[in-house]
C-alpha cells in the first residue's frame, strides 16, 4: 500500500475511556517502548468490549487508506463470549480485520480478565496513585484480608474490583486519567501479562 493519503501511523480501536487514556499513557513511553514517535487517533467503540469483538472491523473498514496499522483492544470479561479463550477471541477479530482490507497491518490484544489486571504490580506507583497511603507492600496484605487477593499470588484474581475498593478506601473518584497515570509511571517492563507482552511487542515491530 502506498504512503500517499495517509493520515497516520496508527488507528486504535479500544472498549473504553478507561483504555484509551491506558493507551495513550503507553503510547507516550516511546523510549522504554524502543520506538519512534507515533501519530494516532483513537478511538472508543460506542459498543464498549461487545462492539469491539464484533464489530472492529465493520468501525475500521472506512479508514483502510487513512492509516498505516490498526490495533483493537477489549476484554474478555464482559465481551460476550467468556466462553472462549483469550487467543481464540484475538483470531477471530484478526481473521475479521484482514478480509476488511486490514490483512498484515492490524492486531487484537484481547486482555483477559479486563484492563485492571495491567495495574497491578508491585510498584510503588501503582500504590500512590490508588491513593493508598501506607506502605506500599501492605496494600496486597489489606486486599487480602478482603478476600480481593489469595496469599500467594501475583495479582488480585478480580483485578477491577480490587482497584475499586482501594479507590474507595482513599476516598478518591474511578477516573480514566488515573489509568493514563499508571501507564506513564509504573514501569513498562514490570508487568508480565501476556496480552500486555503482545501489545509491547507489535509497537516495537511496527514502529521502531
Known amino acids: 500500500m502506498s504512503d500517499a493519503g495517509l493520515k497516520a501511523d496508527l488507528v486504535a480501536v479500544v472498549a473504553d475511556k478507561d483504555m484509551e487514556f491506558a493507551m495513550r499513557g503507553i503510547l507516550s513511553r516511546r523510549r522504554a517502548l524502543q520506538i519512534r514517535e507515533v501519530t494516532v487517533d483513537i478511538f472508543s467503540h460506542p459498543e464498549h468490549d461487545p462492539g469491539c469483538y464484533l464489530r472492529a472491523h465493520t468501525f475500521l473498514a472506512s479508514m483502510v487508506k487513512r492509516y498505516a496499522k490498526a490495533i483493537v483492544l477489549f476484554d474478555r470479561e464482559g465481551c460476550g463470549a467468556e466462553h472462549k479463550g ?4 484475538e483470531i477471530e477479530v484478526e481473521s475479521k480485520l484482514a478480509d476488511s482490507g486490514w490483512a498484515g497491518r492490524s492486531k487484537v490484544v484481547v486482555v483477559d480478565p479486563e484492563l485492571e489486571i495491567w495495574v497491578w504490580s508491585n510498584s510503588p506507583h501503582v500504590a500512590e496513585i490508588l491513593g ?40 478518591l473518584p474511578r477516573s480514566a486519567s488515573r489509568y493514563r497515570q499508571l501507564a506513564e ?22 514502529f521502531v
Not at 499470588?153 to 482497584?163: N, Q, T
Open 86 to 89: 483469550r487467543e481464540q477471541l
Open 132 to 171: 493508598w497511603k501506607e506502605q506500599h507492600a501492605a496494600l496486597p496484605r489489606w486486599l487480602c484480608e478482603r478476600q480481593l487477593w489469595r496469599g500467594g499470588e501475583i495479582k488480585p484474581r478480580v483485578p477491577k474490583a480490587a482497584m475499586e475498593v482501594v479507590l474507595r478506601h482513599a476516598g
Open 185 to 206: 509511571k509504573v514501569s513498562l517492563e514490570r508487568c508480565q501479562d501476556a496480552a500486555f507482552l503482545k501489545l509491547k511487542q507489535t509497537l516495537r515491530e511496527w
